[in-house]
């Protein structure tokens, strides 16, 4: 008999139904079954929306959160903080919010002061980077974790070093069913008298269905009455980026395997009532998943706890649920193994009915009711060890001083400067300048910002519609005869240059390897991803250090979704060993820089380097990316603490008189994306510093007191000369501006999730 609870409200963070997927059906399923257990609890949910307007949801349901927009979390936090909420439970899984691995969620809970209970849907076993760095940030914002495996206790301890104390290991829910006979249940399916396979869960090509219709020809040739009922909807994140068009490879391979008469696709997301019948109705279950990568099922769960014989793939749940003989494991993608096994249990009724009676008894332990009693053991332990706390209150490093004050993002003069070709290279003031026409590298530079907007939230489709225009222009620009892209084009769409500019084609690598590293849009990533493989190798025989860096910057963001990709995993470091060599070749302890003088772009040389560093575990190009920034940033600050660009009126060379004029906005922008990057590897605050002084100079902070950022048109002025601005509001600058902005908000949302906390 269970407790009476002294915990009086509890608010549920995750999807909720009606929204179709796991996560919603799971949150709804513990919020009730907790509120049902212990009715003087109250209990509601804040879901999070991936679509406008959000979902037609249930009275429980108190606040919703929009997944992109970080103001939205906050105000969550705010609203949990008045409702007088006693303990928090969150439900995680990285795709559901907003930010570099959903690091949206904890700008919500570093703002609640209220013991957090969170559910790890997910326990990566090799999280890249950003994921880590969330789980961990995580890890120490929760008062207890709750996974349902011990597999994903142990990668808690093991690669998180996650304390042990702080874990609960609490099994998936599923709900009450009786222990009925399968054909009690099959007259509703019109399949009476036939021995019935399952598979349920929203459609998508990782779930591996194909492996099964594979393996129905020998089963039906061994059982010809048999039916593999595949049940549920098209995932809709799948039904938005391409249709029916998964579901109908599925039905076309059936008909081409001849078992279409033995197949019965259900496309809907049915309510429990109905998904109870359709599991009573199955004499086997089959989960054939492609990878171990899973650490929960709740399909497996629900199929187990309902006493169903399963065969199914060796990923981790099922290698934990299943082992001892409680089901049947197979390899990944064998359909023979699945025939196999599967005609084994069917042709064997009391092998069978002695594993769903193992089943169905080990089940009891899963059903909801007994699962809510966990979680609340679970809340009440969180409630007592956070009010033992003696250090409950934190202050933020002066960090947050400095995230004020950012601009707010305007495009006006960017889509001013934009026509259906491409952006136009200048301007006079604020107007085009037809004249002068359209370059490559400004081009490129425009689509590494839509790129980053993008990751932003931003998707306009008027933004959608000026990055194909840019993404355009590059495929336009690359010479596939010589693998170069050609630079300037007039306002009549003709090339005017022959010559190739290495640094053009350096700056369309960069943008191109952001496309595929970065984007979601798979067109831009296809397109981006052909034209890169093309034009990156011959970036080894360029004679520019720029060129090199801002190819290794490319190839460095095209790596990031495709690591595997042996060739441009060669090219990086044969370009990482040019910038090194240079380096080593020029450098003294007086000088440490790549070349006898001081230009433009310069910081993206040390940038290029410190991401070589750290992709690679190279501490001493990492060191050398390091150092080489800090001596530039050392250079380049005035009397004041201000930025002081090195000026492009005769550059800085070594043993001359260093040029303070005239400065240009795209050496600012160089410097906020390497600190910014020397910051995220260092997490050393002076990085950060060093980036938002940078940005400042756009906004007066500069040796004349006087903005480059027009916040009427959106436009940035062209450089500051040693009496004034340039007026002209060209791309270049303007684009500096904007990426600049788009960078320190990205890392103003990164900090939200990641910031260091001190005790008060």
């Not at 257990?37 to 249930?58: I, K, L, R, S, T």
Request: proline share 4%.
């Amino acid at each position: 008999m269970k407790s009476r609870s002294e915990i009086r409200k509890i608010a549920f963070v995750g999807n909720y139904l009606p929204r179709l997927c796991g996560i919603a059906t799971f949150t709804t399923d513990v919020c009730t079954s907790v509120a049902a257990q212990f009715p003087e609890v109250a209990c509601f949910a804040v879901p999070v929306n991936d679509v406008e307007g959000g979902y037609d949801y249930p009275p429980e349901v108190r606040f919703e959160i929009e997944e992109q927009n970080l103001s939205s979390y906050r105000r969550a936090a705010d609203f949990l903080s008045i409702n007088d909420v006693d303990v928090l439970c969150v439900q995680h899984e990285y795709g559901i919010y907003g930010g570099p691995a959903g690091g949206h969620l904890l700008a919500l809970l570093r703002e609640v002061d209220l013991p957090i209970v969170t559910t790890l849907h997910t326990v990566l076993k090799d999280p890249n980077p950003d994921q880590k760095r969330v789980m961990q940030e995580l890890i120490q914002l929760s008062t207890r974790l709750v996974v349902m495996s011990q597999k994903g206790a142990q990668f808690l301890r093991d690669v998180y070093k996650a304390p042990a104390a702080k874990i609960d290991v609490i099994p998936h829910g599923i709900p009450e069913t009786a222990f009925v006979d399968s054909s009690a249940y099959k007259d509703l399916f019109g399949v009476e008298g036939r021995q019935v396979l399952l598979t349920f869960g929203l459609l998508s090509p990782n779930k591996g269905i194909e492996t099964v219709l594979n393996a129905l020809p020998k089963i039906v040739a061994q059982r010809p009455g048999v039916v593999y009922i595949i049940l549920g909807a098209t995932h809709p994140h799948l039904v938005r980026e391409a249709g029916e068009s998964y579901r109908l490879s599925l039905e076309l391979l059936a008909e081409k395997n001849g078992v279409k008469q033995n197949v019965i696709f259900y496309n809907r997301f049915v309510e429990l009532a109905e998904l109870k019948e359709f599991i009573g109705a199955a004499d086997v279950y089959i989960t054939p998943y492609l990878n171990e990568a899973q650490i929960v099922s709740g399909t497996l769960a629900y199929c187990f706890g309902a006493g169903k014989a399963v065969v199914s793939t060796p990923y981790w749940y099922a290698q934990e649920l299943l082992a001892d003989g409680r089901g049947v494991l197979v390899p990944f993608n064998d359909p023979d193994a699945i025939a196999r096994e599967v005609i084994g249990l069917l042709t064997d009724d009391a092998r069978r009915s002695l594993m769903s009676k193992h089943a169905y008894e080990l089940g009891r332990e899963m059903v909801w009711g007994n699962v809510a009693c966990s979680y609340m053991r679970s809340f009440e332990k969180a409630r007592t060890e956070r009010a033992g706390l003696t250090r409950k209150l934190f202050k933020v490093k002066t960090l947050d001083k400095q995230l004020t004050g950012l601009p707010e993002m305007k495009l006006d003069h960017l889509y001013r400067m934009t026509d259906s070709t491409g952006i136009f290279q200048h301007a006079i003031v604020a107007v085009p300048n037809f004249d002068t026409g359209y370059c490559t590298d400004d081009n490129a530079r425009a689509l590494i910002l839509t790129v980053l907007l993008e990751e932003l939230g931003e998707n306009s489709p008027r933004l959608l519609g000026a990055a194909t225009t840019y993404a355009a222009f590059l495929q336009y620009a690359f010479d596939p005869k010589r693998n170069r892209f050609r630079n300037f084009m007039g306002f009549n769409r003709s090339w005017q240059d022959e010559a190739v500019s290495e640094d053009c084609c350096g700056r369309a690598l960069a943008a191109l390897g952001t496309c595929v590293g970065r984007s979601k849009n798979p067109g831009f990533q296809a397109l981006a991803g052909q034209i890169f493989s093309q034009a990156l190798s011959p970036a080894t025989g360029f004679s520019s250090p720029r060129a090199w860096a801002l190819a290794l910057i490319g190839a460095h963001e095209y790596l990031r979704r495709l690591n595997g990709d042996r060739q441009v995993s060669q090219v990086r470091d044969a370009l990482t060993d040019l910038l090194l060599g240079l380096y080593n070749r020029t450098a003294t302890p007086e000088w440490p820089w790549f070349e006898d003088s001081v230009t433009y772009m310069n910081a993206g040389l040390s940038h290029a380097l410190i991401l070589s560093g750290r992709e690679t575990s190279r501490a001493d190009v990492l060191e050398l990316g390091l150092k080489s920034l800090r001596w530039l940033t050392k250079i380049q600050t005035a009397e004041g603490g201000y930025l002081r660009p090195i000026g492009s009126n005769g550059f800085y060379k070594r043993g001359g008189e260093r040029p303070n004029f005239d400065q240009q906005p795209i050496e600012a922008q160089a410097m906020v994306s390497a600190c910014l990057e020397a910051y995220r590897c260092t997490s050393d605050d002076y990085w950060f510093s060093q980036a938002r002084r940078a940005f400042d100079w756009f906004l007066g902070r500069n040796d004349l007191g006087l903005f480059l950022y027009d916040p009427n048109t959106g436009g940035c002025r062209d450089g500051l000369h040693v009496d004034r601005v340039n007026q002209n509001q060209g791309a270049e600058s303007t684009l500096a501006f904007l990426v600049s902005l788009a960078e320190m908000q990205r890392a103003h949302n990164e900090l939200a999730a990641f910031k260091n906390l001190t005790p008060a």
